[in-house]
Protein backbone atom coordinates (compact mmCIF):
# COMPACT_ATOMS: atom_id res chain seq x y z
CA UNK A 1 0.00 0.00 0.00
CA UNK A 2 1.54 3.58 -1.13
CA UNK A 3 1.18 5.86 1.84
CA UNK A 4 0.47 10.01 0.82
CA UNK A 5 1.21 13.52 2.59
CA UNK A 6 -1.68 14.61 3.74
CA UNK A 7 -0.29 18.24 3.40
CA UNK A 8 0.47 20.74 6.11
CA UNK A 9 -0.55 17.94 9.24
CA UNK A 10 2.75 16.03 8.69
CA UNK A 11 1.31 12.51 8.60
CA UNK A 12 0.64 9.93 5.75
CA UNK A 13 -2.54 7.96 5.43
CA UNK A 14 -2.89 5.27 2.84
CA UNK A 15 -3.84 6.03 -0.45
CA UNK A 16 -6.87 3.56 -0.76
CA UNK A 17 -9.03 4.77 2.11
CA UNK A 18 -12.25 2.47 2.19
CA UNK A 19 -15.66 4.32 2.59
CA UNK A 20 -18.72 3.30 4.05
CA UNK A 21 -21.62 4.38 2.87
CA UNK A 22 -22.52 1.14 0.69
CA UNK A 23 -22.10 -1.65 3.38
CA UNK A 24 -22.96 -4.67 1.78
CA UNK A 25 -26.54 -6.17 3.01
CA UNK A 26 -28.66 -9.21 3.52
CA UNK A 27 -32.10 -10.10 3.46
CA UNK A 28 -33.24 -11.41 6.85
CA UNK A 29 -35.80 -14.11 7.50
CA UNK A 30 -38.61 -11.78 7.58
CA UNK A 31 -37.05 -10.08 3.87
CA UNK A 32 -36.22 -7.13 5.54
CA UNK A 33 -32.70 -5.80 4.38
CA UNK A 34 -29.67 -5.42 6.82
CA UNK A 35 -26.35 -4.46 6.56
CA UNK A 36 -24.26 -8.21 6.51
CA UNK A 37 -22.43 -7.65 9.38
CA UNK A 38 -19.90 -10.84 9.13
CA UNK A 39 -19.32 -9.76 5.19
CA UNK A 40 -18.76 -6.16 6.19
CA UNK A 41 -16.13 -7.15 8.79
CA UNK A 42 -14.44 -9.40 6.24
CA UNK A 43 -14.22 -6.43 4.02
CA UNK A 44 -12.61 -4.20 6.42
CA UNK A 45 -10.52 -6.66 8.19
CA UNK A 46 -8.85 -7.36 4.91
CA UNK A 47 -8.37 -3.74 3.91
CA UNK A 48 -6.24 -3.11 6.97
CA UNK A 49 -4.30 -6.22 7.03
CA UNK A 50 -3.55 -5.12 3.49
CA UNK A 51 -2.11 -1.65 4.48
CA UNK A 52 -5.41 0.72 4.40
CA UNK A 53 -5.71 2.89 7.74
CA UNK A 54 -8.09 5.54 6.84
CA UNK A 55 -11.68 4.67 7.09
CA UNK A 56 -14.80 6.89 6.30
CA UNK A 57 -18.11 7.06 7.84
CA UNK A 58 -20.97 9.27 8.44
CA UNK A 59 -23.79 10.28 11.07
CA UNK A 60 -26.45 9.46 8.32
CA UNK A 61 -24.95 6.11 6.36
CA UNK A 62 -26.90 2.79 6.55
CA UNK A 63 -29.89 4.33 7.82
CA UNK A 64 -28.02 6.01 10.72
CA UNK A 65 -26.20 2.60 11.42
CA UNK A 66 -23.03 2.82 10.19
CA UNK A 67 -20.83 4.36 12.77
CA UNK A 68 -22.44 1.57 15.48
CA UNK A 69 -21.33 -0.91 12.84
CA UNK A 70 -18.23 0.42 11.87
CA UNK A 71 -17.66 0.43 16.22
CA UNK A 72 -18.45 -3.33 16.70
CA UNK A 73 -15.88 -4.25 13.36
CA UNK A 74 -12.94 -2.15 14.92
CA UNK A 75 -13.83 -3.03 18.28
CA UNK A 76 -10.94 -5.75 19.94
CA UNK A 77 -7.75 -3.84 18.57
CA UNK A 78 -8.78 -2.93 15.21
CA UNK A 79 -9.40 1.25 15.77
CA UNK A 80 -5.79 1.76 17.11
CA UNK A 81 -4.71 0.42 13.64
CA UNK A 82 -6.72 2.94 11.58
CA UNK A 83 -7.68 6.94 11.12
CA UNK A 84 -11.47 7.29 11.41
CA UNK A 85 -13.35 9.83 9.70
CA UNK A 86 -16.81 10.86 10.20
CA UNK A 87 -19.22 13.54 10.15
CA UNK A 88 -21.58 16.18 11.42
CA UNK A 89 -24.80 15.85 10.03
CA UNK A 90 -25.69 19.48 9.33
CA UNK A 91 -29.23 19.29 8.71
CA UNK A 92 -29.42 17.90 12.10
CA UNK A 93 -28.37 20.91 13.99
CA UNK A 94 -30.77 23.99 14.76
CA UNK A 95 -28.46 25.51 17.55
CA UNK A 96 -25.46 25.33 19.17
CA UNK A 97 -26.21 22.69 21.70
CA UNK A 98 -27.12 20.09 18.60
CA UNK A 99 -23.51 20.02 17.79
CA UNK A 100 -22.01 18.73 21.53
CA UNK A 101 -24.67 16.58 21.79
CA UNK A 102 -24.95 14.90 18.42
CA UNK A 103 -20.60 14.62 18.46
CA UNK A 104 -21.34 12.34 21.71
CA UNK A 105 -23.31 9.96 20.04
CA UNK A 106 -21.13 9.96 17.11
CA UNK A 107 -18.45 8.77 19.89
CA UNK A 108 -20.09 6.45 21.50
CA UNK A 109 -21.47 4.49 18.50
CA UNK A 110 -17.52 4.26 17.48
CA UNK A 111 -16.77 2.74 20.71
CA UNK A 112 -13.95 5.30 20.61
CA UNK A 113 -12.78 8.20 23.21
CA UNK A 114 -11.64 10.41 19.76
CA UNK A 115 -12.85 11.05 16.48
CA UNK A 116 -9.14 11.78 14.00
CA UNK A 117 -10.80 13.50 10.99
CA UNK A 118 -14.36 15.09 12.11
CA UNK A 119 -15.81 16.64 8.92
CA UNK A 120 -19.06 19.37 8.89
CA UNK A 121 -21.04 17.27 6.20
CA UNK A 122 -21.77 18.43 2.88
CA UNK A 123 -21.37 21.90 2.86
CA UNK A 124 -22.69 24.70 0.56
CA UNK A 125 -22.39 28.25 0.89
CA UNK A 126 -25.92 28.81 2.33
CA UNK A 127 -25.21 25.57 4.73
CA UNK A 128 -22.14 27.64 5.99
CA UNK A 129 -23.56 30.56 6.81
CA UNK A 130 -26.31 29.19 8.65
CA UNK A 131 -23.69 26.82 11.09
CA UNK A 132 -20.82 29.87 10.91
CA UNK A 133 -23.90 32.15 12.55
CA UNK A 134 -24.71 29.20 14.86
CA UNK A 135 -20.69 28.70 16.45
CA UNK A 136 -19.96 25.97 14.36
CA UNK A 137 -16.28 26.94 14.17
CA UNK A 138 -16.42 27.58 17.94
CA UNK A 139 -17.30 23.90 18.18
CA UNK A 140 -14.88 22.70 16.30
CA UNK A 141 -12.26 24.61 18.25
CA UNK A 142 -13.41 23.04 21.82
CA UNK A 143 -13.55 19.74 20.24
CA UNK A 144 -9.87 19.93 18.93
CA UNK A 145 -8.77 21.72 23.00
CA UNK A 146 -10.03 18.80 24.36
CA UNK A 147 -8.76 16.12 22.64
CA UNK A 148 -12.00 14.72 21.47
CA UNK A 149 -10.79 15.04 17.74
CA UNK A 150 -7.57 15.91 15.97
CA UNK A 151 -8.55 17.17 12.78
CA UNK A 152 -11.38 19.62 11.95
CA UNK A 153 -12.75 19.26 8.09
CA UNK A 154 -15.53 19.11 5.98
CA UNK A 155 -16.84 17.77 3.06
CA UNK A 156 -18.32 19.91 0.35
CA UNK A 157 -21.39 19.77 -2.56
CA UNK A 158 -21.67 23.26 -4.53
CA UNK A 159 -19.73 25.53 -6.54
CA UNK A 160 -16.27 26.45 -7.00
CA UNK A 161 -16.78 30.08 -5.77
CA UNK A 162 -18.79 28.80 -2.73
CA UNK A 163 -15.50 26.27 -1.81
CA UNK A 164 -13.24 29.19 -2.17
CA UNK A 165 -15.40 31.20 0.20
CA UNK A 166 -15.49 28.06 2.77
CA UNK A 167 -11.98 27.25 2.15
CA UNK A 168 -10.68 30.76 3.13
CA UNK A 169 -12.99 31.65 6.31
CA UNK A 170 -11.38 29.30 8.88
CA UNK A 171 -8.25 26.94 9.55
CA UNK A 172 -9.09 23.57 8.27
CA UNK A 173 -7.15 20.80 8.43
CA UNK A 174 -8.48 18.62 5.45
CA UNK A 175 -11.18 18.98 3.04
CA UNK A 176 -13.55 16.10 1.24
CA UNK A 177 -14.26 17.13 -1.98
CA UNK A 178 -16.65 15.05 -5.08
CA UNK A 179 -13.70 14.60 -7.60
CA UNK A 180 -13.26 12.55 -10.61
CA UNK A 181 -11.95 12.53 -14.67
CA UNK A 182 -15.60 13.59 -15.19
CA UNK A 183 -16.22 16.06 -12.68
CA UNK A 184 -13.05 18.39 -13.16
CA UNK A 185 -15.24 21.67 -13.91
CA UNK A 186 -18.36 20.69 -11.60
CA UNK A 187 -18.52 21.83 -7.60
CA UNK A 188 -15.30 22.08 -6.40
CA UNK A 189 -13.20 20.48 -9.61
CA UNK A 190 -9.87 20.74 -9.84
CA UNK A 191 -9.92 24.65 -10.01
CA UNK A 192 -11.05 23.75 -6.00
CA UNK A 193 -8.14 21.04 -5.52
CA UNK A 194 -5.52 23.10 -7.24
CA UNK A 195 -6.46 25.67 -4.34
CA UNK A 196 -6.48 23.68 -1.19
CA UNK A 197 -3.53 22.38 -2.60
CA UNK A 198 -1.83 25.78 -2.67
CA UNK A 199 -2.62 26.04 1.03
CA UNK A 200 -1.50 22.78 1.78
CA UNK A 201 -4.41 21.52 2.96
CA UNK A 202 -4.74 17.93 2.11
CA UNK A 203 -7.84 16.73 -0.34
CA UNK A 204 -9.71 13.27 0.33
CA UNK A 205 -11.47 12.44 -3.02
CA UNK A 206 -15.31 11.19 -2.67
CA UNK A 207 -17.02 9.73 -5.65
CA UNK A 208 -13.85 9.28 -7.54
CA UNK A 209 -16.12 6.86 -9.80
CA UNK A 210 -18.95 8.51 -9.49
CA UNK A 211 -20.92 5.97 -7.71
CA UNK A 212 -19.30 3.56 -9.72
CA UNK A 213 -20.55 4.81 -12.98
CA UNK A 214 -16.88 5.00 -14.15
CA UNK A 215 -16.12 1.04 -13.10
CA UNK A 216 -18.85 -0.48 -15.64
CA UNK A 217 -18.30 1.70 -18.79
CA UNK A 218 -20.19 1.05 -21.80
CA UNK A 219 -18.52 -0.41 -25.37
CA UNK A 220 -17.53 2.50 -26.61
CA UNK A 221 -15.12 3.53 -23.25
CA UNK A 222 -14.26 0.58 -23.26
CA UNK A 223 -12.67 0.79 -26.76
CA UNK A 224 -11.07 4.00 -25.96
CA UNK A 225 -9.10 1.97 -22.71
CA UNK A 226 -8.76 -0.97 -24.28
CA UNK A 227 -6.57 0.60 -27.23
CA UNK A 228 -3.76 1.18 -24.61
CA UNK A 229 -1.03 -1.45 -24.87
CA UNK A 230 -1.43 -2.53 -21.04
CA UNK A 231 -4.72 -3.91 -20.34
CA UNK A 232 -6.48 -2.73 -17.19
CA UNK A 233 -9.79 -2.29 -15.44
CA UNK A 234 -11.90 0.88 -16.29
CA UNK A 235 -11.64 1.38 -11.90
CA UNK A 236 -8.09 1.16 -12.78
CA UNK A 237 -7.95 3.72 -15.24
CA UNK A 238 -10.08 5.98 -12.78
CA UNK A 239 -7.91 5.33 -9.34
CA UNK A 240 -4.61 6.04 -11.14
CA UNK A 241 -5.88 9.60 -12.44
CA UNK A 242 -6.28 10.63 -9.43
CA UNK A 243 -3.48 9.51 -7.82
CA UNK A 244 -1.56 11.12 -10.56
CA UNK A 245 -2.22 14.66 -8.44
CA UNK A 246 -0.12 15.71 -5.54
CA UNK A 247 -2.76 17.33 -4.23
CA UNK A 248 -4.79 14.14 -3.29
CA UNK A 249 -4.19 12.70 0.08
CA UNK A 250 -6.92 9.58 0.42
CA UNK A 251 -9.36 8.31 -2.54
CA UNK A 252 -12.20 6.37 -1.17
CA UNK A 253 -13.78 3.73 -2.25
CA UNK A 254 -16.99 2.04 -1.10
CA UNK A 255 -16.14 -1.56 -1.49
CA UNK A 256 -19.12 -4.23 -1.33
CA UNK A 257 -16.96 -7.20 -1.57
CA UNK A 258 -13.34 -8.88 -0.70
CA UNK A 259 -12.35 -9.43 -4.03
CA UNK A 260 -13.14 -5.82 -4.70
CA UNK A 261 -11.19 -5.05 -2.12
CA UNK A 262 -8.11 -6.99 -2.79
CA UNK A 263 -8.24 -5.48 -6.51
CA UNK A 264 -8.38 -1.78 -4.51
CA UNK A 265 -5.31 -2.70 -2.59
CA UNK A 266 -3.23 -4.10 -5.91
CA UNK A 267 -4.36 -0.37 -7.35
CA UNK A 268 -3.08 1.42 -5.20
CA UNK A 269 -0.12 -0.37 -4.39
CA UNK A 270 1.07 1.71 -7.31
CA UNK A 271 -0.31 5.27 -6.22
CA UNK A 272 2.35 7.13 -6.84
CA UNK A 273 2.25 11.14 -7.85
CA UNK A 274 2.48 11.44 -11.57
CA UNK A 275 2.40 7.58 -12.53
CA UNK A 276 0.54 8.79 -15.12
CA UNK A 277 2.19 9.17 -18.91
CA UNK A 278 0.93 11.79 -21.47
CA UNK A 279 -0.43 8.99 -23.29
CA UNK A 280 -2.41 7.69 -20.36
CA UNK A 281 -3.85 11.07 -19.68
CA UNK A 282 -4.60 11.52 -23.40
CA UNK A 283 -6.41 8.21 -23.14
CA UNK A 284 -8.55 9.42 -19.82
CA UNK A 285 -9.12 12.73 -22.01
CA UNK A 286 -10.61 10.89 -24.88
CA UNK A 287 -13.00 8.81 -22.95
CA UNK A 288 -14.14 12.18 -20.73
CA UNK A 289 -14.88 13.36 -24.46
CA UNK A 290 -17.14 10.13 -25.49
CA UNK A 291 -18.83 10.26 -22.19
CA UNK A 292 -19.48 13.83 -23.25
CA UNK A 293 -20.81 12.85 -27.06
CA UNK A 294 -23.11 10.68 -25.20
CA UNK A 295 -25.03 12.87 -23.29
CA UNK A 296 -28.63 14.13 -24.31
CA UNK A 297 -28.42 17.38 -22.81
CA UNK A 298 -25.78 19.76 -21.69
CA UNK A 299 -27.63 20.88 -18.71
CA UNK A 300 -25.92 21.86 -15.81
CA UNK A 301 -28.84 21.23 -13.01
CA UNK A 302 -28.35 24.83 -11.98
CA UNK A 303 -32.23 24.52 -11.75
CA UNK A 304 -33.06 28.32 -12.85
CA UNK A 305 -35.84 26.47 -14.45
CA UNK A 306 -37.10 25.52 -10.79
CA UNK A 307 -39.93 25.88 -9.70
CA UNK A 308 -41.90 24.55 -12.94
CA UNK A 309 -45.43 25.74 -12.16
CA UNK A 310 -46.41 21.95 -13.04
CA UNK A 311 -43.84 21.06 -10.59
CA UNK A 312 -41.97 18.57 -13.22
CA UNK A 313 -38.49 17.65 -11.45
CA UNK A 314 -36.94 19.13 -15.19
CA UNK A 315 -33.09 18.77 -13.21
CA UNK A 316 -33.74 15.40 -12.03
CA UNK A 317 -35.48 13.82 -15.45
CA UNK A 318 -32.73 15.41 -17.71
CA UNK A 319 -30.08 14.21 -14.96
CA UNK A 320 -31.66 10.32 -15.34
CA UNK A 321 -31.91 10.68 -18.71
CA UNK A 322 -28.11 11.90 -19.21
CA UNK A 323 -26.93 9.87 -16.63
CA UNK A 324 -28.91 6.34 -18.64
CA UNK A 325 -27.38 6.87 -21.86
CA UNK A 326 -23.82 8.77 -21.22
CA UNK A 327 -22.90 6.18 -18.53
CA UNK A 328 -24.03 2.79 -20.15
CA UNK A 329 -25.62 0.50 -23.09
CA UNK A 330 -28.93 -0.03 -20.81
CA UNK A 331 -30.93 2.06 -20.05
CA UNK A 332 -33.45 0.05 -18.14
CA UNK A 333 -31.95 0.33 -15.00
CA UNK A 334 -32.95 4.08 -14.88
CA UNK A 335 -36.39 3.37 -15.68
CA UNK A 336 -37.73 3.09 -12.62
CA UNK A 337 -36.08 6.48 -11.10
CA UNK A 338 -38.49 7.93 -14.19
CA UNK A 339 -41.60 6.10 -13.15
CA UNK A 340 -41.10 6.95 -9.47
CA UNK A 341 -41.17 10.67 -10.86
CA UNK A 342 -44.47 10.35 -12.91
CA UNK A 343 -45.58 8.68 -10.00
CA UNK A 344 -44.62 11.21 -7.38
CA UNK A 345 -46.62 13.97 -10.09
CA UNK A 346 -43.71 15.47 -10.85
CA UNK A 347 -43.30 13.50 -14.56
CA UNK A 348 -42.63 15.19 -17.97
CA UNK A 349 -46.23 13.94 -18.28
CA UNK A 350 -47.30 17.38 -16.57
CA UNK A 351 -45.74 19.43 -18.40
CA UNK A 352 -47.74 21.89 -20.04
CA UNK A 353 -45.56 23.56 -22.48
CA UNK A 354 -46.02 27.29 -20.82
CA UNK A 355 -42.69 27.84 -21.59
CA UNK A 356 -41.93 29.50 -18.64
CA UNK A 357 -38.91 27.60 -17.75
CA UNK A 358 -37.71 28.46 -21.09
CA UNK A 359 -37.55 31.90 -20.36
CA UNK A 360 -35.28 31.23 -17.25
CA UNK A 361 -33.02 28.81 -18.96
CA UNK A 362 -29.26 30.21 -19.19
CA UNK A 363 -28.49 27.30 -22.03
CA UNK A 364 -31.65 28.14 -23.88
CA UNK A 365 -33.13 24.79 -24.33
CA UNK A 366 -36.50 23.74 -25.29
CA UNK A 367 -37.27 22.44 -22.13
CA UNK A 368 -40.54 21.08 -23.06
CA UNK A 369 -39.71 19.03 -26.42
CA UNK A 370 -36.46 17.59 -24.71
CA UNK A 371 -38.54 16.47 -21.81
CA UNK A 372 -40.98 14.73 -24.19
CA UNK A 373 -38.37 13.50 -26.01
CA UNK A 374 -36.74 12.05 -22.79
CA UNK A 375 -40.22 11.00 -21.36
CA UNK A 376 -40.56 8.68 -24.70
CA UNK A 377 -37.12 7.20 -24.31
CA UNK A 378 -37.06 6.63 -20.87
CA UNK A 379 -40.37 4.61 -21.13
Known sequence: MKYRKFGKLGIERSAFG??????????????????????????????IEGGVNYIDTAYVYSDGQ??????????????????????????EVKKYDDMPRIFETELEALRTDHIDFYLVHCLGREQWRRLE??????????????????????????SYDAFEEI???????????????????NQAGLRGLE???????????MEGLLGGKLADVPESVREIFDSYPE???????????????????????????????????KIFD????????????????????????????????????MPCPRDVDIPGIFSTWNGAFKYSDDVSGN????????????GADKCVSCHLCMRKCPQGFDIPDMLRLADREMS
Open 270 to 305: KADVGIMSREELDIVARAREEYKRRMKIECTGCRYC
Open 18 to 47: VGCMRFPKKKDENGVETVDMELAKKIVYTA
Open 231 to 265: KRSPAEWGFRWLCNFPQVATVLSGVTDVEMTRQNL
Open 133 to 158: ALGVTRFLDSLKASGKIKYACFSFHD
Open 195 to 205: LAGSKNIPVVI
Open 167 to 185: LGAYDWDMCQIQFNYMDID
Open 66 to 91: AEKILGEILDGGWRERVSIATKLPIW
Open 335 to 346: RHYIEKIKAGGH
